[in-house]
T-cell receptor, first 117, second 111 residues
């Protein structure tokens, strides 16, 4: 069991640049989630995939954010024209569940910490 | 907006003492999960509770889900320095997939 893997672990970039993060879920998991966590807060939901289909997006996910999960395996989260407020820990989680099944345990990666200069 | 409120926000105790962390909501959850997170790392799943009134034990940790499935508690007996961390509760509503997290309780166990 290799767990959820996220790369890079840290990203420092200048305001206005584009960044892309990658998440490799646990191999048998068909669901993949992205969350964002700022200092002193719990993670907040961004988006969710069931296999390759993106089924829900939070209002936190502005049009500068895009997420993909081609072939239902790994996922990427891209932020265009980064802003100071994008500085946060971006967490990926995965789980297994059939369509319509809620409440399945989610397993998290160690996140990508984004710092905007 | 966080639907789950955790208390206390911070807790500092001496090794060997007991502690309880609370997680409360006005909403009913179909399941509730507890996680522990260390600085610079992702949350690690401790337990999932799904039935009202359910009690689960994990070594020195005892988790309880309220009868109405609106609240939960985590009790640690004889705390050790290794229990230090941020404890997060997170719930899902019926037929929902995403987790709604509380803001967390930072626990420090002094040797």
């Amino acid at each position: 069991d290799t767990g959820v893997s996220q790369n890079p672990r840290h990203k420092i970039t200048k305001r206005g640049q584009n960044v892309t993060f990658r998440c490799d879920p646990i191999s048998e998991h068909n669901r993949l989630y992205w969350y964002r966590q700022t200092l002193g807060q719990g993670p907040e939901f961004l988006t969710y995939f069931q296999n390759e289909a993106q089924l829900e997006k939070s209002r936190l996910l502005s049009d500068r954010f895009s997420a993909e999960r081609p072939k239902g395996s790994f996922s990427t989260l891209e932020i265009q024209r980064t802003e100071q407020g994008d500085s946060a820990m971006y967490l990926c989680a995965s789980s297994f569940g059939f369509f319509g099944e809620g409440g399945k345990p989610q397993h998290f990666g160690d996140g990508t910490r984004l710092s905007i200069l | 907006t966080q639907l789950l409120e955790q208390s206390p926000q911070f807790l500092s105790i001496q090794e060997g003492e007991n502690l309880t962390v609370y997680c409360n909501s006005s909403s009913v959850f179909s399941s509730l999960q507890w996680y522990r997170q260390e600085p610079g790392e992702g949350p690690v799943l401790l337990v999932t509770v799904v039935t009202g009134g359910e009690v689960k034990k994990l070594k020195r940790l005892t988790f309880q889900f309220g009868d109405a499935r609106k609240d939960s508690s985590l009790h640690i007996t004889a705390a050790q320095p290794g229990d230090t961390g941020l404890y997060l509760c997170a719930g899902t509503s019926s037929n929902d997939y995403k987790l709604s997290f509380g803001a967390g309780t930072t626990v420090t166990v002094r040797a």
